[in-house]
């Protein structure tokens, strides 16, 4: 098989949170001599993604000889972001975007603003939210973007721009459940929570959750089951640790917790 069959097969697994056969993809990639930006770019999201920070690292170094240095800026910052000093890590990112410029190519500049989204909200900062509508204007299509900024509108309590977020996106887990919870505010639920309970009755059934975090979220938030939340929230940090995997599972040990002294 070609290189870019390989590549090609290794997206597709990284959707569907294959990550171990996603990786024996991208090393085949390699082992034929064939990295380029993307499959290097690849490699560093599953293994920041997964929590191999050494393997993220040497993927981020990688980067490093291709002209367009906001890749390697991008990933490098992530990785400081999570080692603890995410202001920094946010200061400098925010930076190299700006010394960028209009040098700085769409893609480029649509991975740094994800990233400095993310860094914003891990540390805390007012301007998460714009910086996370600003990564959704450059990339209207980006479901990933698109479900970070109606969990972070959720949290603020803004149910009618959840609303709005997730209008036809109800077949992605993740959106389905942010509106789920903001309709549980506003009113009228009940058909949406059907819908999802179906739903994630036929995975468990088939034995094949990909969505752990929504379905953790939507144990918690939805059926009030903090235990259960806690159980598929930590099935979901042994693979899955980025910041929106952190909160479910802090989340979901309070509730257990919580619980648990009553």
Sequence with gaps: ??????????????????????????????????????????????????????AAEQACSSLKQYENSLYAASCFQQLQAVSGDADAAYQALKQAMAAAGVLADRQALIWASGTLADIAERAGRDDALALWQLALQLNRGDLYTRARLASLLLNQGDYQQVMSLTEDYLAVDALAVSRAIAQQYLGGNEALVRILRERFDEARWRGEILHKRAYAQFLLEIEQQPQLALLMAEKNWEHQREWPDAVILSRAKDAANAVQVR
């Excluded at 590549?7 to 569907?16: D, E, G, K, N, T």
């Excluded at 294959?18 to 990295?35: G, H």
């Excluded at 930006?37 to 920070?53: A, C, D, K």
Aim: glycine fraction near 2%.
């Design 1 to 54: 098989q070609s290189a870019p069959f390989y590549f090609y097969r290794a997206s597709l697994r990284q959707s569907l949170h294959l990550f171990d056969e996603a990786l024996a993809d991208l090393n085949k990639i390699s082992a034929m001599k064939a990295d380029n930006l993307e499959s290097r770019m690849v490699r560093f999201t599953i293994s920041f993604v997964s929590g191999n920070y050494q």
